[in-house]
């Protein structure tokens, strides 16, 4: 994975056996993963997702309780939501118009076709993937449903940072996705391992996926 | 002369009319032609901007279109049905693509597209309408999409299959990005129509695929062959530049608007956008207009034609009016007074100009007839006025005769004043006019009466009118005038003394008209004149036109063609020695029925008519015949001839004188010529050129009946005279008269002082000869000593004398002979 500068590696190298060694410290198993996210041109990029996805073998994830994303001012609210596989969302709508609520992305195909007030039965994403919803009504409408596989998750913050604490050490690949990404790209992956040392990860994003 | 006043009447105003109408005429062709100029020009100027607005027309209607277009495809690709047909995984292929097609195709109808499809995010062309493009749309879709991309949707006029098409195409969201839809809408002829029925304009679409390539034509409304004709000019960013370009085709013009819309696409295809309209076209006037001008101008003629005409009549008729006028002062009318004076305008003027000639014509007038009827130098009444007032007063005369029964006469005097012109020569034209005025006045003093009038007829003759007077009563009439003008007229330095011979004629007895009465008159004055021996009443016997005297007239030329003339001689003899020294010759007349014609019965007539000179002729031949004789019978005598005044005058007079002298062989010495002095005096200048040729050539010159008349010693003196003869009337009364003798003793000093002799007419009686004898006279001639004989006789009776001159100045009985 390229890093801005050649010759950060060694030293980033330091750090990172400096950081494992600082956490293996203080925190009984896990490392903290720090990412930070920035696109194309290094501006740092905010609601990113990344998932820890352990190599050859899976995590045990369980679904989110209570996940929801509301429609309020003709608006999807949450605009990003990641829920783990297997998360049932409910999509109440608190506006005074119906809405029809559909998405045709492969992770979940779905429609609650026009209603008010709070649908009947929510909809269980469970397939890992990333969704993309709409309106058919409100074509400015649009919301982002990443359901991952993985526990081991994060959101960037508007500075860019994305924290995974808790990280067992282990083979990773580092997935990560933004709304920037098109849709029929493939995912954006990183192998990282991850030892006992805390780990800052510098990645960029750009449309077509990560760029050096 | 009514026909050529007709003609000129329709010409002139007719002139007049015809000249307004070709300026009116000419200035609506001028503005006829001048509103076509404008229209042409104005409407060609507004062309331009015109065919601008068509082409935004063309932009809108072609930009609708698309907008049209894609509104449709952006509500297909919004449709829920079609969007979960195209993204539904559950359904089967074969029913999506009957859905999509099916929907793509009411698509299609509302967009009026010719072909529509669905692509994917690849570029594939997933579905389609039933393809009527067989160009490859996935290659048109890539091109378009990397515009969309940037904006949304794209939009593009290109090329396909060789035809211009309007290209859409719209982003399929599902929310996001999952495909396109494509539509593709041709120019086709509906398109056309719309065009042609929203802007009257001509839409060409031309495309060429290179930069330089050639222009195509990809889609016209007009017809081939101007359509073929646009696409020949070079159209590129400058001619789009321009708001129109005037491309000459087929004969006419068409005015073009071009866009360019260019370099995109595959193959760099650029499009010309022409909205065309034929200047021919536009420039032509409206029907409507053309008709309403050929209206206005026909209205304008007939108005304007008759206008000029009643304007024209007013100047052609008082100009009529005026020719009328001058024709009436032609004909002497000048009391009449002109039209139109009161007009202020130029016939006013000329109106007024005719009225003043009028008026002053008519002063003239006066004047010129005052001027002949009056005379200007005494005031009397001239000629013409005179022979007037004859004429009324016979008139009155009769018309009194008629109505009144009354006899009534009319009397006119004739006199002419003697040696007039002599006065004139001597004391000058001045004094002669001062004569002339004072003669008038004593004449018109002489008459009492009114009604009679003194006229002066002409140089130094006087007529005086006499109504209801008779024969005697103009004669003492005359007589009152003789007497008045017998004391000489005094002239401030002058005394001059006037005489005149009156003549006098009466109306009805002498004359029957006006004209007769005065030429008797003047014929009674004749007679006076010679005669001087008071007035003279006309009587037929001087009358030489009268018919008897006529007739004794040709009688008389006839008498010297048939010898009836006869020469007589009477003698003259010396008183000194009693012997015969010369003889008068005199003519005597033996008419074949009246016997012996008195002398006086026609040798007056023959002065008058100037026969005299043919009788003088006559009497010169007989004398110089016969002297040849008389010298052969021992009598070598001088013979005297009377001359008259017209032989005096008659300049050839030496030169026939000298023809017969020489033809009979006799000396002029042998000759004395006659002649009176009233002859000479009456053309002193002319009778002394003939005298002195006469006494160049050898004659003797002798003044007859000296004393009698008015003659100047000045030209006496200067007369070629070698004899005086002393008229027979001093020599008879000289025994009883103191007077007569005085005078005839001073006329014989007078002759011998000038050096020339003296002869004594009239000697009656021996007392008489011895007496002039006495007073040393020369020669006497009378009936004492011999009557005029024949000529036969004369040479008898000379013998006879030989004895008979003895008893010459006995004072007892006179001699026979």
Redesign the interface.
Known sequence: MPIRNPRLAPMLARLASLALLSLAATVAQGANVDVLLGDAAGNPLTDAVVMLEPVGARLPVKPLQGAQIVQHDLQFDPPLTVVTTGTAVMFPNQDTVKHHVYSYSPAKTFQIKLYAGVPHTPIVFDKPGVAVLGCNIHDGMIAWVVVSDTPLWARSAPGGHAKVVDVPPGSYQLHVWHASLAETTPPQLLPLTVGAADIDQRVRLGAGGLVK | MSAPRHRWRGSLAARIALVFLVLLLAVQLASFAALRLSWTSHRRGELPKRLETGCKLLQTLLDQRVDAAIEVGRATA?D?AI??TL???EVDEATKRRTIVSAFGSLKERAKASDVAFLD?AGTVLYRTEPVIRDDLAAIATYLRSKALASGSARELMLVDRKPYQLVLVPE????L?GWILLAIPLDDTFKGDMKRLSEFDVTVLARTAPRAPWTIASTTLSPAFAADLAEQPWGADAAAQAMVAVPTQGDELGVHATMTGGFGPGDTSFALLVSESIGDVVRLPEDLRMALIGITILAIVVFGAGSLVTARRITTPLRGLAKAAERLGEGDYATPMRNVAREDEVGALSQAFERMRVSIGENQVQVLRLAYWDGLTGLPNRARFRELVGDAIRDAADRRLADGVESSVAVLLLDLDRFKHVNDVLGYAVGDKVLVAVAERLARALARDGDVVARLSGDRFGVLLQRTDAQQAHAVALRIEQALENPLALGEHKVDMGAGVGIACWPSHADSDDALLVRAEMAMYAAKQRSDGPVTYDPSIDATSAQTLTLISELRQAVDRNELRLYLQPKLALEDRGVIGAEALVRWQHPTRGLVPPAQFIPFAEQTGFIRHLTMWVFEEAARHWQALADDGLEIVLSVNLSTRDLLDLDLPHKFGVLLARHQVAAASFCLEITESAIMDDPQRALSTLDALSAMGFKLSIDDFGTGYSSLAYLKRLPVDELKIDQSFVRNMQADRDDEMIVRSTIDLAHNLGITVVAEGVESGAAWNLLREFKCDQAQGYHMGRPMPVAEFSAWCEGWGMRRLAVDSESAPLLH
């Open positions: 919004k829920n969007r979960g993204f539904d995984t995010m969201l599902a929310p996001v999952r």
